[in-house]
């Protein structure tokens, strides 16, 4: 009787592959399997092929950071909750760094491809409360607050992940670039300043 899959095999191939990836390492079937005490059967058994893996690499990535963001509460401070969000984030790059550079990779497509508007839109939602409370001005497009938040916060971790800059660099400029940012799309410099200091502080 054939042994049922096993998700711990799936995870620990998914892993490994994008861990050899961040090493600049080739992957191969063989290469990728190698002291997983798998053959390369398990590849075709769990995801069809290199190319379902590498769909289930970016999807796993995905999957992390939504996980992530799920466990943030919505409070009544939508600033607050838009920095929570970026903390969480960043935390989930910071846990899963090889998956989180394979992230990105649109060279292969995500087995669901959703996912990632989904995450994004949860950042565009904390930037849309904020305006409809008053804290950014009317005018103010939720999904351009959202972009330059993101845009620097992938911008430092790829810095922070390739060894460029060390991880200090978070605490130093990240609470400092969305209070300015924030302020830039409306918000009181003294109420801003208190909602980035409790979300970079949320866990």
């Known amino acids: 009787m054939p042994r049922p899959p096993d ?71 939508p600033v607050r909750d838009l920095v929570a969000l970026g903390r969480a984030y960043t935390s989930n790059a910071l846990e899963n760094p090889s998956l989180y550079r394979t992230m990105f990779d649109a060279g292969f497509d995500l087995e669901d491809p959703e996912s990632a508007g989904r995450s994004f839109g949860l950042l565009v939602a904390a930037a ?27 911008g430092i971790l790829m810095l922070i992940l390739t060894g460029a800059v060390d991880e200090s660099a978070l605490a130093q400029h990240v609470p400092a670039t969305a209070r300015a940012l924030f302020v830039a799309a409306g918000d009181e410099p003294i109420a801003c300043a208190r909602s980035v200091r409790l979300g970079w502080g949320a866990r």
């Open 128 to 154: 849309a409360r904020a305006r409809d409370a008053g804290r950014f001005a009317a005018g103010t497009d939720p999904a351009d607050v959202a972009n330059r938040f993101w845009i620097f916060g992938h």
């Open 7 to 77: 998700p711990r095999v799936r995870t620990a191939l998914i892993e490994r592959a994008a861990e050899m990836v961040a090493r600049r390492e080739p992957v191969t079937l063989r290469s990728v399997v190698d002291g997983l005490g798998v053959s390369t059967i398990a590849v075709y058994t769990y995801f069809d092929g290199m190319p379902g893996l590498w769909r289930a690499v970016r999807q796993e990535g995905f999957s992390r950071l939504a996980e992530h963001l799920a466990a943030v509460p919505a409070t009544r401070d």
